[in-house]
């Protein structure tokens, strides 16, 4: 269900992804249609702010689709598991909170606030 890159960013191995990368695998390959991640969800998901740095680096969609069941944003995935710095640097990277991003946003400060994390709320917010 996994990619070796999405593999990688889950066990958070920087240099396994750094190579991954360098051999040119696809930095945006979709996710499993249940329960799977873009490389960028796991990094957001997990919190590896370097990882995601790495990512972005590369030209991971910030907005990129979630898996059809059970699947998250980046952003909303980082909400849910109050992700502060994570949440601000995707923020920074353009995840979209309006238009087409309007359900993201909805979705992350929801999962924000259902877990507790008021602090990952507010920073949505504002």
């Known amino acids: 269900r996994r990619t ?9 191995n920087l240099k396994l992804v750094q190579l991954l990368l360098s051999v040119g695998t696809d930095v945006n390959a979709a ?9 960028l969800q796991a990094a957001a998901i997990k ?3 370097t990882v995601a740095n790495t990512l972005l680096s ?3 969609h ?12 980046a952003l909303e995935g980082a909400a849910e598991y109050g992700r502060i710095d994570m ?8 995840a979209q909170t309006e238009g087409s991003g309007q359900a993201q946003y909805e979705n ?3 999962f924000a606030s259902q877990n507790g994390h008021d602090a990952a709320r507010r920073l949505l917010e504002s």
Not at 31 to 39: K, M
Not at 87 to 94: E, K, R, S, V
């Open 4 to 12: 070796a890159l999405q593999a990688a960013v889950e066990a958070g």
């Open 31 to 39: 996710p499993a249609p249940y329960g799977g991640v873009t490389a």
């Open 47 to 49: 919190g590896y702010i």
């Open 58 to 60: 590369h030209g991971a």
């Open 62 to 73: 910030v907005n990129a689709e979630p898996a059809k069941v059970n699947g998250r944003t």
């Open 87 to 94: 949440l601000q640097l995707l923020l920074d990277a353009g």
């Open 108 to 110: 992350a400060v929801n």
